[in-house]
């Protein structure tokens, strides 16, 4: 029995969910509990915990989030259901306290009463349900649930079959929900008949050692699909390009407001920009090179005339996310881009469609971005951006660093000849050389990629003869300004991580 009353408490929160789904197609899928919750606790997440999630579970870090939360949920109504009874409401009581939370969490996401809604009619509708199914076990607890032959008696047939409906309507109403809620906000059809404008020049082909194509070493231009994804966006932002626009605004001689087919009526350039996050370890994955299409955003400014005592542009995305980007590094000349398009596509959704930013030398948290609406013209001393609200430095230039992509893993290799090969940035600056150290020994100059821009990674090939035993293989890159990585570590947080990378391999 007393389990049969905690499966009443999972089915009755399964309905909330599921009927607030279905709500939530008329008020916006980000008034839907289960996402308004979740991104609320993404916004609160202490920085600690934000950091090891992301180390650990990468790019899945979100599915992680609502497993976590769905366990959370589970228990919480699990209890609800095991103590509700007719006479004594404790089960719906918490019911409405979770309620009326996220039916201001998702007013709050989307700006309205309407946000409220989902929560608030879920809600009722679960407690409903709780009620009706703890009525019928309560009732069915006077019998013993059997009769003498063995049958389910009529009162527990009752109570199973009243939880069964309940969980049907409840997966129905979901499943409808997002079906729905999708077809109506989905811009993936409209992407793939978005045609790119071509650039005014085309780019040159990349010079032949640009990629060296050493097995295992990655690979000079990252596809799309192998592009890292790091947002705060718990459902991808829906913008068409209809109801796009970029207003820039704020200390200007003139506020202007871009449409979709405003950017139509001028020419893109293509450049290459290699993509780091601040967020990335010590020879992690979160750092990409693409070919972005996009408008000069030292034009778009001049348009709209910065006030002299300006220093910042504060950018603002579809999802309320916002980046504080110095305004120099805008308009001293570099190729930051309001982009449209990667590696010759529309970019993808999960990229920032239709528009996002990409400023060279800087990392995302203070520059890219994405679904970006808004360019508000500032100062350091009068706008903070969403990370550096949480603790993050407000400057964030790229460090000079270094991966070592192969030998890799904990395996042993062979001894004898070794290609140990990775990649080196220094976005802006531009690297110049890269050095690999064997053991304590003597720096030893790596081979490099042919350079193709200051903005971009370059790889590099250092040729080993393995001796048995086990190696500490480390790696540094010298930026043009001849200045090398520093060895020092320190941790992503405030500003970046530094220090060498290093590998421990065993030789046979
Ligand atoms: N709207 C929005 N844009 C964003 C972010 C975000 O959370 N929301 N994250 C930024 C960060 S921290 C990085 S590193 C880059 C990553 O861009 P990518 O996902 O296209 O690789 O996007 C930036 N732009
Ligand atoms: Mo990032």
């Known amino acids: 029995m007393a389990l049969l009353r905690v499966v009443a408490g999972i089915v009755a929160a399964a309905l909330v969910l599921g009927v607030a789904e279905l709500v939530a197609v008329f008020t916006g899928a980000s008034s839907a509990p289960a996402y308004a919750l979740g991104a609320t606790v993404v916004d609160h997440t202490p920085d600690g915990i934000r950091e090891w999630a992301i180390q650990t579970f990468g790019t899945n870090d979100k599915a992680v989030l609502f497993v976590c939360m769905g366990v959370v949920a589970v228990v919480i109504a699990g209890l609800a259901g095991a103590l509700e009874r007719v006479s004594r409401p404790i089960g719906s009581i918490t019911f409405g306290v979770f309620g009326v939370l996220a039916a201001v969490v998702g007013a709050g996401r989307v700006g309205g009463f309407s946000g409220a809604l989902p929560a608030l009619i879920g809600t009722a509708a679960g407690i409903l349900a709780l009620r009706g199914l703890t009525r019928r076990i309560d009732a069915d607890q006077s019998d013993a649930g059997e009769d003498e032959t063995g049958q389910a008696s009529t009162g527990r047939r009752r109570v199973l079959g009243g939880i069964a409906a309940a969980g049907v309507f409840a997966v129905g109403a979901g499943l409808a929900g997002r079906l729905l809620g999708g077809a109506r906000t989905d811009v993936s059809t409209e992407r793939a008949t978005v045609e790119l404008p071509g ?63 405003d950017l139509a009526r001028r020419t893109p350039v293509e450049k290459l920009v290699t993509l780091a996050c601040v967020s990335n370890p010590i020879n992690g994955d979160l750092i ?62 999960q990229h920032g469609y239709p528009a996002r930013l990409v400023v060279p030398g800087l990392y995302g948290y203070v520059s890219a971005t994405k679904w970006v609406t808004e360019l508000e013209v500032t100062r350091f001393d009068k706008a903070t951006a969403y990370w550096t609200r949480r603790g993050w430095s407000a400057q964030g230039p790229i460090k000079t660093g270094t991966r070592i992509d192969t030998p890799r893993g904990r395996g042993r290799i062979p001894q004898g000849r070794t290609t140990i090969a990775g990649v080196a940035w220094a976005q802006h600056r531009g690297v110049t050389a890269v050095e690999v150290q064997i053991d304590n020994g003597d720096w030893q ?64």
């Open 445 to 508: 100059p790596a081979r490099l990629s042919t350079e193709v821009s200051i903005d971009t990674w370059r790889q590099w090939v250092y040729d080993w003869d393995a001796t048995p035993g086990q190696h500490t293989i480390r790696a540094r890159t010298t930026d043009s300004t001849g200045t090398p990585q520093t060895a020092l570590q320190q941790d992503v947080i405030p500003d970046g991580a530094t220090g060498y990378p290093t590998l421990t391999i065993q030789v046979a």
């Open 288 to 349: 990409g090179n693409a070919r972005w299409l996009g408008y000069r955003l030292d034009e778009l400014l001049a348009e709209a005339g910065p006030l002299p005592d300006a220093d910042m542009v504060l950018s603002t995305s579809k999802d309320g996310w916002t980046a504080g980007t110095p305004l120099a590094a805008l308009t001293d000349g570099r190729d930051a881009l309001l982009a449209i398009g990667m590696n010759g596509e529309p970019l993808p959704l």
């Open 199 to 261: 650039p005014a020049t085309p780019l040159p082909g990349l010079p032949p050692d640009a990629d060296l194509r050493v097995p295992g070493l990655t690979p000079y231009l990252t596809s799309n699909s192998e592009f890292y994804r790091i947002d705060t966006a718990l459902i991808v932002p829906q913008v068409s390009t209809d109801s796009w626009s970029l207003r820039i605004h704020g200390m200007v001689d003139r506020e202007i407001t871009l449409s979709w087919d």
